[in-house]
């Protein structure tokens, strides 16, 4: 068998409303992507993973989907994706597409029907129930953005489930009618020429039929609803379903959305035998940096945990499944001012970063702007953030007593806008990124950190990003070598091993601003060996620099 062609590639996430605005009106569009294809070519990355460009009231930045089957006004036509996928294809680049069927927007038409009355034909399509005999919503969940999950409709006098915004109504998957218009709707896109999905927390639309309360853990108003739905009691099934009625003899990539979903759970959806998805993105290493379950409640990491866990998946899914290796996406603030320095040391932890992450097993995600070593933002205005995750918790955990100055200290670290600032393109007005009023200010770090200025210096992030990438597809020990983590108890260097049949990486990454030394049995090995990518012009393995990420090949 020939190995899945998504195992030796790169994908590169595309935000559209941040990346490139054409038409000036603040709002990045499709013809902005298509302008910067060459660019996507000359990093070497295979597949543009598109967040959602549907028609959309835009509540959730297109997660709120009014209909499938439309391209947004704002990002262009239907025209428009047909020629993005042209040109895409032209350049031996693939496109994949977001696909958001947890839920819909409430504006569209199957809500729309489904809210009309109790008897409606699409009533079914979502989720409603009545409020508990003594009043009060069908159960306590809390909604991730905050609030309860469930709305009450006068009309009809009974309440619809949101997990995530008022707006975005669950959908049901237990009504087979609805699951096959979903299928179509996939269908539609695939012959349309498209190369796969990724899937929107796909694995939260199988629900526990019945929705008993959640834990309400201290300090907390709503019940936790997680145990009822994430990785729910029909998710293998749905899947499966899903797989034969669209996925099955079509050479597309498929990647689920996961938060919850533990190293066995990842074994099981990416296991080919299984016939469910080819990756899945896990949350557990984006969580490790908060306290308690809730994001906004920040802890520093322990690299301790971060090898751990990385270890876990990397083990686990070897010789079975496939991973997913990203850092970054919209939902998540940079990851060089999350794990690396984003002052003194920007570029050298970038590119640590990069290489720590790159030359593990799985398939790499680049989130737009992370090739050149974007920042957090800090606006010190409230009013300058957009993100409904943000301004919905701003205000529940004022209520619930935290002080402004806590909050915001949240937001800057954690929240959502951090990673949504237009992308730099160059150090003119809007950082290139519109000739208009932009719809999420700029980071005023442009004028040193862009796109232009980086392409522009061969010792740049984007080169060594390029080197990444070249790396994976020259050696096939990154996509098929065993992971073994070296140096476990060391809290600053993330040191492991990829074994192959023959030969053997070391890939050596310093998560600090100090100057360490390697001793021992380590040292003597790698004192042999050749370095084939390094942030280090001379690397030393008895004398690792601040922030240093060097991999030697052992023959
Ligand atoms: O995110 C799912 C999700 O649960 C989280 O990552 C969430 O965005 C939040 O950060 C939790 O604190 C997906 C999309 O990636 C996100 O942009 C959407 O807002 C969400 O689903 C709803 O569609």
């Given at each position: ?42 990093l ?5 993973w ?96 905050s ?5 009450y ?43 796969g ?28 609803p ?24 079509r ?47 920040i ?25 997913s ?32 992450l ?24 409230l ?52 000739e ?7 980071n005023?770090?442009y004028?040193?950190i ?34 073994q983590l ?16 023959i ?53």
């Open positions: 068998m020939t190995t899945a062609w998504w195992k030796k590639r790169t994908v590169y996430q595309i935000y559209p409303k941040s990346f490139n605005d054409t038409t000036g009106n603040g709002v990045g569009d499709i013809p902005g992507i298509i302008e910067k294809l060459d660019y996507l070519k000359k070497g990355i295979d597949v543009i598109l967040s959602p460009v549907y028609d959309s009231p835009q509540e959730d930045n297109g997660y709120d989907i009014r209909n499938y089957r439309m391209i947004d006004d704002l990002f262009g036509s239907m025209e428009d994706m047909d020629r993005l996928l042209e040109e895409a294809h032209s350049r031996d680049l693939k496109i994949v597409m977001d696909l958001v069927v947890n839920h819909t927007s409430d504006e569209h038409p199957w809500f729309v029907e489904s809210k009309s009355s109790k008897d409606n034909q699409y009533r079914d399509y979502y989720i409603w129930k009545d409020g508990k005999a003594d009043g009060g919503p069908p159960t306590n969940w809390g909604s991730i953005f609030g309860s999950a469930w709305k409709d006068e009309q009809t006098g009974q309440y619809y489930l949101h997990l995530f915004a008022e707006k975005q109504p669950d959908l049901n998957w237990e009504n087979p009618t609805m699951r096959k218009d979903v299928y179509d709707m996939m269908n539609f896109w695939l012959d349309k020429g498209i190369d999905f990724r899937m929107d927390v796909i694995n939260f639309i199988s629900k526990d039929q019945a929705y008993p309360d959640g834990e309400v853990k201290s300090g907390e108003k709503y019940g936790d997680g145990p009822y739905f994430v990785n729910g009691p029909r998710i293998h099934e749905f899947l499966q379903e899903m797989h034969g009625e669209v996925l099955a003899g050479d597309v990539m498929t990647v689920g959305e996961m938060p919850g979903a533990e190293p066995e759970d990842g074994k099981v959806y990416t296991d080919p035998d299984n016939q469910e998805l080819d990756m899945i993105f896990t949350f557990e290493h984006m969580s490790l940096d908060e306290e308690g379950g809730d994001k906004w409640n802890k520093p990491l322990d690299l301790r945990d971060l090898k751990e866990n990385f270890e876990k998946w990397q083990t686990s899914l070897h010789g079975t499944g496939w991973n290796l990203y850092w970054n996406n919209h939902d998540q603030p940079r990851i060089v001012s999350r794990f690396g320095d984003d002052g003194e040391y920007r570029e050298k932890s970038a590119k640590m970063l990069a290489t720590c790159h030359m593990m097993q799985g398939t790499p995600y680049i989130y737009q702007g992370e090739e050149i070593g974007m920042t957090n933002v800090h606006f010190d205005d009013n300058d953030y957009q993100d409904i995750e943000t301004l919905n918790m701003y205000k529940e955990k004022s209520e619930l007593g935290w002080s402004h100055e806590r909050i915001m200290e949240a937001i800057y670290t954690k929240g959502r806008d951090n990673a949504r600032t237009p992308m730099q393109w160059d150090s003119s007005r809007n950082a290139g990124f519109t208009g009023t932009p719809w999420l200010p700029v005023h770090n004028k040193s862009n796109a232009e200025s980086a392409l522009h210096s061969q010792n740049s992030i984007f080169y060594h990003y390029q080197d990444l990438i070249r790396l994976r597809k020259k050696m096939n020990i990154i996509t098929q070598g065993r992971f070296l140096l476990r108890e060391d809290p600053q260097i993330f040191a492991y091993e990829r074994q192959g049949e030969d053997s990486l070391y890939v050596i990454c310093n998560f600090s601003s100090e100057n360490i030394e390697i001793t021992g049995e380590l040292n003597e090995e790698l004192k042999g060996a050749e370095v084939i990518i390094s942030n280090e012009k001379y690397p030393e393995p008895s004398n690792l620099q601040p922030w240093e990420g060097t991999v030697y090949w052992l023959k």
